[in-house]
C-alpha cells in the first residue's frame, strides 16, 4: 500500500473509534434524559391526584403542565445530533462501494480502502480525518496518536517525533514534525517513497529500520 492507502486506513480506524466513543455518548446522555423522567413521573403522580383535587374544587392545576412538559420531546443530545450528521456523511461516501448488507459504512470504505487508486485513496483519507476531528471536538478526545516506546528518532528527519496510531490494529507510525517523503532519494525507508506524502510506517517496517 501507498502512503496515501495507510493514512486513510488510519483515519478510518481513528474514526470508527471516535464513532464508539459518540455513540456512548450519545446512549448516556438518552440513559440521563430518561432517568430524569422516570424521576419527574414519579412526581406527576401526586401532582395528578393534586390537581384531581383542585380541579374539584373549580381550580386549575398549575402543577400538570409541568408534569406534561416532562413528556414533550427534549432538545436532542449535541452528540447524537453529531453523530447522526457524521453517519450521514460517511453514508454518503460508502454510497458506490460495496459492502454486506447492514455493514456500517466506516468499515465498508476501511475495507474497500486497499483497493483505492492512490488519489482516491487519499481524498478519502482527507474526507475521513475531517469526519474523525468532527467527533473528535464533540469530546474533546485527543487524536488517536500515542509516543512511540523507545522514543527512536524519525528515519528521514532524526527528530524524536515518532506517534503510533493505537486505533488501527497494524499500529502505523507517523512523524509529527511534518515530515514529508522528498521521492526515490528520501532516506525514509518506506517501502513506496511518494514525494510529497506525509512519512508512515507499518511499525514492523520502522522496527526494522531503527535496527
Ligand atoms: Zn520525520
Ligand atoms: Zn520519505
Known amino acids: 500500500m501507498t502512503p496515501h ?9 481513528s474514526l470508527q473509534a471516535a464513532l464508539a466513543a459518540l455513540q456512548a455518548a450519545a446512549m448516556e446522555a438518552v440513559a440521563d434524559a430518561l432517568a430524569g423522567d422516570t424521576g419527574r413521573r414519579d412526581i406527576s403522580i401526586p401532582s395528578q391526584q393534586f390537581g384531581r383535587r383542585h380541579a374539584l374544587g373549580g381550580h386549575g392545576d398549575p402543577t400538570a403542565d409541568h408534569a406534561l412538559g416532562a413528556w414533550a420531546p427534549t432538545r436532542p443530545d449535541p452528540c447524537a445530533e ?9 453514508d454518503r461516501l460508502a454510497g458506490h462501494l460495496p459492502g454486506a448488507p447492514g455493514q456500517d459504512p466506516a468499515t465498508r470504505i476501511r475495507q474497500a480502502i486497499p483497493g483505492m487508486r ?33 522514543n527512536p528518532p524519525c528515519p528521514a528527519c532524526r527528530l524524536q517525533m515518532l506517534q503510533v496510531h493505537t486505533a488501527d490494529p497494524t499500529r ?5 514534525a511534518d515530515c514529508h517523503c522528498t521521492g526515490d532519494t528520501c532516506p525514509c525507508g518506506m517501502p513506496v517513497r511518494l514525494e510529497g506524502a506525509a512519512h508512515i510506517w507499518t511499525s514492523d517496517r520502522l522496527t526494522r529500520e531503527a535496527a
Open 5 to 13: 492507502h495507510l493514512h486513510a486506513v488510519a483515519a478510518a480506524w
Open 82 to 90: 453529531a453523530l447522526g450528521s457524521i453517519l450521514r456523511e460517511l
Open 118 to 150: 492512490p488519489h482516491v485513496a487519499a481524498r478519502t483519507s482527507q474526507a475521513l480525518r475531517h469526519l474523525d476531528r468532527a467527533a473528535r471536538r464533540h469530546l474533546h478526545m485527543p487524536p488517536d496518536l500515542a509516543p512511540l516506546p523507545g
Open 172 to 176: 502505523t507510525v507517523v512523524c509529527t
